[in-house]
């Protein structure tokens, strides 16, 4: 299934630079199963993001939303 992620990061500490907010979004092709692990990994992992970005010491409010693509597409046949 195609998919569009969108994180949204704000009050950021990188590389000892203060960032306001960072809005990231990038599509991909995941199962059903994936989705449901990161979903999972996200909500239950501390520190899930300052683990996984180099650089990236602090972040204050954050979100990520997980929309189906293939509807979209679907629509414009």
């Known amino acids: 299934m195609k998919v569009k992620f969108v994180l949204t990061m704000e009050d950021l500490i990188v590389n ?19 989705i449901l692990e990161l979903s999972h ?11 996984r970005m180099e650089g990236l010491t602090r972040v204050g409010e954050s979100s990520l939303t997980i929309e189906p693509l293939e509807e979209e597409e679907d629509a414009n046949y």
Do not use: R
């Not at 203060?18 to 994936?34: G, K, M, N, P």
């Not at 996200?42 to 300052?50: C, G, P, Q, V």
């Open 16 to 34: 000892d630079n203060s960032i306001d907010q960072v809005v990231l979004d990038w599509e991909s092709d995941v199962d059903q199963e994936e």
């Open 41 to 51: 990994k996200w909500i239950t992992s501390k520190n899930f993001l300052t683990k």
